[in-house]
């Protein structure tokens, strides 16, 4: 959901007066990421290179250069301060809320709102998020835009939250990306089974193994470790064996009804080998917690995974 503390109506706007800025697909990635962070409008998208029109007309009195600044390029084209303010009234804003890197253009919008006749709106400026290095953010450090953070697998709530607590901050603040794969994996272990499962676009059988992953990227790693069945031949050692035929035994013995903790706990107690008994069932040396795979595979298939391997 958007956040409309500052109003009831949002309007979005994209601001391309400067065709040398404007990057092809652009305007679809900033659509696309407003949409995974629910951020929903309510009017719009308005390009501001589409009013130009509009733009000439009101600043037409003031001539090609007001207060030493241009307000129209040699083309006739206005510039984002002639277009911004001639924007901002015409569509009533109330709050300009903009980084301190945009506070000297302040006076000078004011000074234009004034000579087009307009009371100024509410001028806020935040502070800047700053990179380790203590510049700001460039847009290819890692996490630093909200693409990279969901090809990533942070899901969108961690997101919104993070930037929840940052608020509009008055002064420079250094990004914290630890910060936001903490809070992915609190979304994660908080979504229910069937949205946890839909959004790595798996099986609810397969969500408590997925529980423990840091991302829905991982999460998807972790199911596709139950899911596949393992293609590797394993060499097995006397002890190794011996893990993967007492673990056949307790899920005989129960009839593939044990508690996954239980089995673990079972082998881990007569000294097993759950190294080698994670490798009969997923062909990897690591992953999620190892119960969660025996919770999340059906009993047959544990049995079937173990004998293969024996």
């Known amino acids: 959901m958007a956040n409309r503390s500052l109003g009831d109506w949002m309007l979005l706007r994209i601001d391309d007066t400067d065709p040398a800025r404007n990057l092809p697909g652009g305007e679809n990635a900033i659509l696309e990421d407003l949409g995974w962070l629910g951020v929903a409008r309510d009017e719009g998208p308005v390009r501001q290179s589409e009013r130009a029109e509009r733009h000439r007309e009101v600043g037409a009195p003031l001539g090609p250069r007001f207060d030493g600044i241009t307000l129209f390029r040699d083309d006739g084209t206005p510039t984002y301060h002639l277009a911004s303010v001639v ?107 069937e949205e946890l499962a839909a959004r790595v676009g798996v099986s609810a059988s397969v969500v408590p193994v997925m529980r423990g992953a840091r991302d829905l990227r991982e999460a998807r ?44 706990r079972e082998i881990k107690a007569v000294g097993g080998d759950l190294r080698t008994l994670r490798r009969a069932l997923t062909g990897q040396d690591r992953g999620p917690e190892l119960w969660t795979v025996i919770a999340a595979l059906p009993p047959d298939e544990t049995l079937r995974r173990i004998d293969a391997a024996l």
């Open 87 to 193: 924007d901002d009234i015409d569509f009533r804003i109330t709050h300009v809320v903009r980084g301190n890197d945009h506070r000297p253009n302040e006076q000078l919008h004011r000074r234009l709102f004034e000579a087009l006749g307009a009371e100024p709106p509410e001028f806020v400026h935040h502070g800047l998020i700053l990179g380790p290095d203590g510049k700001k953010l460039a847009k290819r450090a890692p996490g630093a835009t909200v693409a990279s953070l969901r090809e990533e697998g942070i899901p969108a709530e961690a997101v919104r939250r993070y930037l929840e607590e940052l608020g509009v901050p008055r002064h420079d603040v250094h990004y914290d990306l630890p910060r936001i794969h903490r809070l992915a994996v609190e979304t994660i272990q908080a979504l229910d089974d």
């Open 221 to 264: 790693a972790y199911a596709d470790a139950v899911l596949t069945p393992p293609n590797s031949d394993l060499s097995l050692d006397e002890k190794g064996r011996a893990t993967l035929l007492r673990s056949r035994e307790l899920l005989e013995r129960a009839n593939g009804s044990i508690d996954a903790r239980t089995l673990v």
